[in-house]
């Protein structure tokens, strides 16, 4: 069945490590997403991209960093930059022609821990 | 970013029909009506969409006020798997952004 895997689903950092956050599809989506979500919050956008070779920053950036080397794949790189990353972190894709709006597929999140 | 309004928490029986609300009345008219949920530790799940017209789909139906100013998603025969987090998000027809608001907590009691 095609849908998109994250992983791991649990994930501990020490302070001041950078950690990678995998996210893999293999419903041939053009696009793909990386969310945030605190307890109790809705989702907040970090970073996407809608071909490959090409992502944009979201509404909070800072601290995150990304790359799309390949259609499949949407890799998550949280920096010590990052203040306070202990979220869940959310991957999501949708196939993307500019004109017609899809709806979005979600993965099943990673709980990433800072201790 | 516009902005949707829905009610904290809802309760339902089980096999009843619910009709979720969403007010959103800054909505401009290039923007989806989308509807997700979420259960607890897990990734959104798509629920439905439209733009102006009603919709329907295995899932659910979404009904459009004429206006937009508001919607209905609506669970014909609701089950316990249907209790989760029910997010109405408005996505502008040109943004890749979807804004979730805190959503809709629904219960559903045998």
């Known amino acids: 069945d095609g849908g998109i895997t994250q992983s791991p689903k649990y994930l501990f950092r020490k302070e001041g490590q950078n950690v990678t956050l995998s996210c893999e599809q293999n419903l041939n989506h053009d696009a793909m997403y990386w969310y945030r979500q605190d307890p109790g919050q809705g989702l907040r956008l970090i970073y996407y991209?809608?071909?490959?070779?090409?992502?944009q920053k979201g509404d909070i950036a800072e601290g995150y960093s990304v790359s799309r080397e390949k259609k499949e794949s949407f890799p998550l790189t949280v920096t010590s930059a990052q203040k306070n990353p202990t979220a869940f972190y959310l991957c999501?894709?949708?196939?993307?022609?500019?004109?017609?709006?899809?709806?979005?597929?979600f993965g099943s999140g990673t709980r990433l821990t800072v201790v | 970013d516009a902005k949707t309004t829905q009610p904290n928490s809802m309760e339902s029986n089980e096999e009843e029909p619910v009709h979720l609300p969403c007010n959103h009345s800054t909505i401009s008219g290039t923007d989806y009506i989308h509807w997700y949920r979420q259960l607890p530790s897990q990734g959104p799940e798509y629920v439905i969409h439209?733009?102006?017209s009603n919709v329907n789909n295995r899932m659910a139906s979404l009904a459009i006020a004429e206006d937009r100013k508001s919607s209905t998603l609506i669970l014909h025969r609701a089950t316990l798997r249907d209790a989760a987090v029910y997010y109405c998000?408005?996505?502008?027809?040109?943004?890749?952004?979807?804004?979730f608001g805190k959503g809709t907590k629904l219960t559903v009691n045998p």
């Open positions: 991209s809608q071909i490959v070779n090409d992502f």
């Open positions: 999501a894709s949708r196939a993307w022609t500019g004109l017609i709006n899809y709806g979005y597929t």
């Open positions: 998000i408005l996505k502008q027809g040109g943004s890749e952004k979807l804004v």
């Open positions: 439209g733009l102006t």
